[in-house]
């Protein structure tokens, strides 16, 4: 992936990086960075090449978000979402959909999250109602990043009629009866444009579902989860690298001019800033496993997929902690940009699925349960 990686280091270089405050302070869309990622392909980046994508795979996906993230983690976080959607879109969608996508000329996100079922993706409340050749939608999502800049959501409903817990659609924004919510003003990733999204008789046609009625929650298991608990590490690994290099520079240049050293030669401030990069180089460990584990085929692949947000999302919630200690005041500055990775560390914990829920499942899958339902 040479000649991708060095055109991503060009747009973080020249657009991404010197966008990421005012992104940040306005809470504004990164449409530059959108549009410079664009430019250079890397919305087609896992599209296959047979629909004039590049063909490339999650650990490459991932590279992009963890870089992309210790830049600007608005950009990362609607790049991330796009990523997901297109594994599903890649799976089971039309081939026009698919080269839109892998041309650049269609960006996509997920909309699972619902406003009564909240982060149990897996337990939709929203219908699709069949009108023949068409379906009928109806729900009330909550959250949905780039909403009201996406092309289209990867949508999912309860099934039109056959068993299972969910169906899953393509569906434009455009759609007569999709009405997107207000601008996102929020604690982190202030750029994202993660707003309710409300369906009420959107119509689309019964040929925009992806895999079969009903069975949504396999293809979600199948396709958007793996990509996004992967894609979701990278991003919280990319956030602890930026704040841990912040940190070093910090620690090694500032003095106390009384003692007549740097901040470093302090033994609590080398401790914190040794827990900081151990903590990120286990985390950059955990995902190479992870990939390596998906790669392979490896009995535990599924294991170490639902183990590794919840590693990254609490180490990365540890380690920006430890970069506002140790920088003090100065990390309270905004144009050092670590108090702004502090807050978008944040949001990792909480999207679905959640730390705890991810706990759950790797409870249940090291003890021979199953993964969702009753136990009994």
Not at 188 to 199: D, K, Q
Not at 285 to 314: H, M, N, Q
Request: charged residues 20%; hydrophobic residues 45%.
């Amino acid at each position: 992936m040479t000649a991708p990686l060095d055109a991503l280091e060009r747009v973080i270089d020249q657009t991404v990086a010197p966008n990421a405050d005012s992104v940040d302070r306005a809470g504004t869309f990164p449409a530059a960075a959108m549009a410079a990622l664009r430019a250079e392909g890397f919305l087609g980046l896992t599209s296959a090449t047979a629909v004039g994508g590049a063909g490339l795979g999650l650990a490459e996906a991932a590279t992009v978000i963890e870089r992309l993230a210790g830049a600007c983690g608005s950009t990362a976080m609607v790049t991330l979402m796009h990523y997901a959607a297109t594994a599903v879109v890649e799976a089971h969608g039309h081939d026009d959909l698919r080269r839109a996508i892998a041309g650049g000329d269609h960006l996509t996100t997920l909309a699972f999250s619902e406003v009564g079922s909240r982060s149990h993706f897996w337990s939709p409340l929203g219908t699709a109602t069949s009108r023949g050749k068409a379906v009928s939608l109806d729900a009330r999502k909550s959250w949905v990043t780039a909403a009201a800049e996406a092309d289209s959501y990867v949508w999912s409903s309860r099934p039109v009629e056959g068993e299972g817990a969910m169906t899953i659609w393509s569906v434009p924004r455009a759609t007569a009866g999709i009405t997107v919510g207000d601008a996102f003003d929020g604690l982190g990733l202030r750029g994202n444009g993660s707003v309710p999204v409300t369906a009420a008789g959107a119509v689309v046609p019964a040929s925009a579902r992806l895999g079969a009625d009903g069975a949504g929650l396999d293809v979600a298991l199948a396709t958007a989860l793996p990509s996004f608990l992967v894609l979701s590490t990278a991003f919280s690994l990319g956030l602890m690298e930026a704040v841990t290099t912040e940190t070093g520079r910090h620690v090694m240049t500032a003095r106390l001019e009384h003692l007549g050293e740097p901040l470093v030669h302090q033994p609590v401030t080398r401790r914190d800033f040794a827990t900081m990069r151990v903590r990120t180089d286990a985390v950059r460990a955990f995902l190479a496993d992870t990939l390596a584990a998906l790669g392979s085929g490896r009995e535990d692949a599924t294991l170490r997929v639902l183990e590794c947000k919840a590693v990254a999302a609490e180490a990365s919630l540890e380690v920006t902690d430890l970069a506002m200690k140790t920088c003090g005041g100065a990390a309270f500055r905004k144009e050092l940009g670590i108090e702004r990775r502090f807050r978008d560390a944040r949001a990792a914990r909480v999207m679905a699925p959640t730390t705890d829920a991810l706990l759950d499942f790797v409870g249940r899958a090291v003890s021979g349960l199953p993964l969702l339902g009753p136990l009994a």
